[in-house]
């Protein structure tokens, strides 16, 4: 079964990563929607909803 939020907020890249309290965090840029509007999730946030992160960090660092 696919959950709505999958479909509805597809990640077009992970552009940065940070350290916030000891757990590392990446700046998420979600397709359909401004750069400016990335928002911060947590690396066990993504991990559980299936997403490699430093992966996708490693494809955008190369596009830029």
Avoid: C, R
């Amino acid at each position: 079964a696919t959950n709505e939020t999958e479909s509805k907020y597809e990640i077009k890249h992970i552009i940065k990563k940070k350290k916030l309290n000891g757990e590392t965090h990446y700046l998420v840029w979600f397709k359909n929607e401004l750069k400016k509007n990335a928002i911060w999730l947590s690396e066990t946030n993504l991990v559980e909803d299936g997403i490699d992160p430093q992966k996708m960090l490693k494809v955008y660092l190369k596009k830029v």
